[in-house]
């Protein structure tokens, strides 16, 4: 759909960008549509090849006729620093955790 995009944002867990998000009055889902509710990443995402770590911090956006220019730069202000702070919480940032690579290959084989 044009009005949507879904980012994922290695590291950190989606439901976090939400928290934080909604700090500032901006709303979003985490996931896709197709999974909205479950914790379990989108088989559709999982099929695009994306890796574990990226998977779970997965944040949908969406748009509307009503959607202005003012709000979408606010979440583009917003998001650097929001992704920073978790990140430096995020005890994955490290590519080199081979148990981590290991998940990610499992999944991408499901």
């Known amino acids: ?20 998000l909604n700090k500032y009055g901006i709303c979003a889902s985490s996931g896709s549509a197709c999974t ?16 574990y770590t990226t998977l779970h911090g997965s944040i949908r ?11 979408i730069d606010r979440v583009i202000e917003v998001m650097p620093a929001i992704v920073e702070r978790l990140r430096a919480l995020s005890p994955f940032k490290n590519d080199d955790s081979s148990w981590l690579q290991g998940q990610e290959q499992a999944l991408a084989h499901r």
């Open 1 to 20: 759909m044009p009005n949507t995009t879904n980012i994922g944002f290695k590291y950190i867990e989606g439901e976090a960008i939400l928290l934080l």
């Open 36 to 51: 909205s509710g479950s914790l379990e990443p989108s088989h559709v995402l999982r099929a695009m090849g994306l890796p």
């Open 61 to 71: 956006f969406s748009l509307c006729r009503y959607t202005t220019e003012a709000e």
